[in-house]
């Protein structure tokens, strides 16, 4: 759909929808009051049940929305075609100035996810007031093809995330920002300038941070925050991988691996200020570091408190492999 200054003022409810909005190619779009819980709430074990998608759309408000459903609560993404999909074809326009606030979602995919198998850049994002529950994974940032993400603001953010059985993408992670290849031929996009303020995150995974060398993560910002890693009762069995399909690379889809509370690969610029690292109850041996880095240039530590795991006391707080201009106090 190709439109232009779209207004939906009050939606009270919708059940079991597969998608409640697709927007495409759509400027000076407005969606609030999306009230009662329920208001969407799609079957949590139905995939590709999607709450609101906002596809290659540029100066887009979208507040007080509740929404529950099996995949993503809220997408936003640049795709130029996608899987053969209806309307997806040659849409060479950027995603940009799109505003969330004021929602609670809980998702058995991400409650929210930016980007995928793009080929737009994607930019100009400010999220606030966000409430995410009982979800697989909290904030997922993906880049997957040449589409790139960049100027993202995030600020007064609440995630708990937890394991949960059955085939799901996401794996308790309360935050993912990755960018590796998912497609054989394009060039494979950048992640930068990402920013997060006054967010408190609880759950059963770590926070990831992972580009593989073709690409980077650059300029990431945590200030005043407090990430707490809590034992799962699905550990066992599913604890000690990591999660990032989707993706084309071997051995990095779900793979093995110790579980820290932030875990950073192949990055620039990251800069952590006022907050706390801490654990909750865990026992496993894959629960190690506070901070996992390999291969981070120039991150900064300042105002934290951090510890290892419980289960590993006698680990340092912080790992650092093959990085450079380190520095801190915490």
């Given amino acids: 759909m190709q439109s232009t200054g779209i ?48 596809i290659s759309s540029s100066n887009v408000n979208l507040s007080d929305c509740i929404i529950t459903c099996g995949d993503d609560c809220i997408v936003l993404a640049g795709y130029a075609h996608h899987f053969g999909d209806p309307g997806f074809k040659d849409i060479l326009k950027p995603s940009q100035n799109i505003n969330v606030s004021n929602c609670i979602l809980q998702s058995r995919s991400s409650g929210i996810r930016i980007g995928g198998w793009d080929q737009n850049h994607m930019s100009n994002y400010n ?63 950048i992640i930068k300038n990402i920013h997060f303020n006054n967010i408190t995150c609880r759950g ?17 910002y945590f200030t005043n925050f407090d990430f707490i890693l809590r034992k799962s009762a699905l ?12 993706n084309t690379v071997a051995g990095k889809e779900i793979y093995k691996a110790n579980v820290p ?39 900064k530590l300042n105002n934290m408190t951090a510890y290892p795991s419980p289960s590993n006391p006698k680990l340092k707080a912080i790992s650092l492999k093959s990085c450079t201009d380190v520095s801190g106090i915490f």
């Fill in 261 to 299: 509370v932030i875990y950073i690969e192949n990055a620039g610029n990251i800069y952590f200020n006022q907050g706390s690292v801490t654990w909750d109850g865990v026992e496993e041996p894959h629960y190690t570091y506070a901070i996992e880095a390999v291969r981070v240039n120039n991150m």
């Fill in 7 to 54: 207004f939906i003022p009050m939606i009270k409810s919708i059940l079991f929808s597969l998608f409640f909005a697709l927007a495409s190619l759509t400027l000076n779009a407005s969606v609030y009051n999306v009230m009662d819980f329920g208001a969407i709430n799609n079957n949590l074990l139905i995939p590709n049940s999607d709450g609101i998608d906002i």
């Fill in 127 to 189: 999220f606030d007031n966000i409430t995410i529950f009982d979800s697989n994974c909290g904030i997922n940032i993906t880049v997957r093809d040449s589409g790139s993400v960049q100027n993202v603001n995030f600020t007064n953010i609440r995630i708990e995330t937890r394991m949960h059985t059955g085939d799901w993408w996401g794996n308790g992670e309360p935050i993912k920002i990755s960018a590796l290849r998912g497609v054989p031929d394009s060039p494979i996009g």
């Fill in 204 to 220: 059963e995974n770590a926070i990831i941070m992972y580009a593989s060398e073709e690409t980077k993560l650059e300029n990431i």
């Fill in 235 to 246: 550990e066992k069995v599913s604890g000690g991988n990591f999660d990032l399909r989707p």
